[in-house]
């Protein structure tokens, strides 16, 4: 069965880093496009970045110079190092290797969500 299954997150202060990890297994790892979407309460459903199966990346312009993904294939794993981290980068974060379209509910193909919670 298709899961991608994620790890990491919490809380910390303002100007901590933390990093997500999402491992996924019953797909093809790189035959799809994948990425991270991030959503506040009150907040549409955000795509934080992305990587593509020949690896160009996309990032949104809150989070660029601040956040990195990565991906190891032996692994079968995608990474979200988030750095200087802000209070409006609070939210649930999505692993997710169906991007389209954005939406932040429970689907194939996205990972559970893990709470990021950042403090002033």
């Known amino acids: 069965e298709v899961q991608l299954v994620q790890s990491g997150g919490g809380s910390v202060q303002a100007g901590g880093s933390l990093r997500l990890s999402c491992t996924v297994s019953?797909?093809?790892?790189?035959?799809?496009?994948m990425g991270w979407y991030r959503q506040a309460p009150g907040n549409k459903c955000e795509l934080v970045t992305s990587?593509?199966?020949?690896?160009?990346?996309n990032y949104a312009d809150s989070v660029k110079g601040r956040f990195t993904i990565s991906q190891d294939n032996a692994k079968n794993t995608i990474y979200l190092q988030m750095n200087a981290l802000k209070p409006e980068d609070t939210a649930v974060y999505y692993c997710?290797?169906?991007?389209?379209?954005?939406?932040?509910?429970?689907?194939?193909?996205w990972g559970q969500g893990t709470q990021v919670t950042v403090s002033s």
């Open positions: 019953g797909f093809t790892f790189d035959d799809l496009d």
């Open positions: 990587i593509t199966t020949d690896g160009r990346i």
């Open positions: 997710s290797a169906d991007l389209f379209p954005p939406l932040c509910i429970p689907r194939s193909y």
